[in-house]
């Protein structure tokens, strides 16, 4: 996560995907595709990183392996740390849209009269 609590778009994406249910890589990549409509396009290699790098930080964590067409899939779960901070980016996202709203629907201070 960045320092301030901002999360990047592709590491929010990536924990809503897993906070649904536990995925390997490739099913976050198609995940994260479908749940961005199709702006965001993780490359494997990105994907893998990412999950390393949110696995470090104690927000997603291993959740078995199995074989799948001639392939070993490690599947990843969301942990409680990063259900949090889902749950928390969510609520700064939100706040943000909250106040965008209302100042797209009515006068700001300046149209009211107000001297910033």
């Known amino acids: 996560m960045v320092p301030d609590g901002a999360m990047r778009e592709p590491t929010f994406l990536i924990l809503t995907a897993l906070a649904a249910e536990r995925l390997h890589g490739y099913g976050v990549m198609l995940t994260v595709e479908s749940l961005s409509?199709?702006?965001?396009?993780?490359?494997?290699?990105?994907?893998?990183?990412a999950l390393d790098r949110l696995e470090a930080d104690g927000l997603v964590a291993p959740d078995g392996e199995a074989l799948?067409?001639?392939?070993?899939?490690?599947?990843y779960r969301l942990t409680a740390d990063g259900k949090r901070a889902l749950a928390a980016e969510t609520e700064r996202m939100a706040a943000n849209v909250r106040c965008a709203r209302e100042r797209l629907a009515g006068p700001g201070p300046r149209e009211q009269g107000w001297v910033l």
């Open 68 to 75: 799948e067409q001639g392939r070993v899939r490690r599947y």
């Open 37 to 49: 409509g199709g702006r965001v396009r993780l490359r494997p290699g990105t994907v893998y990183g």
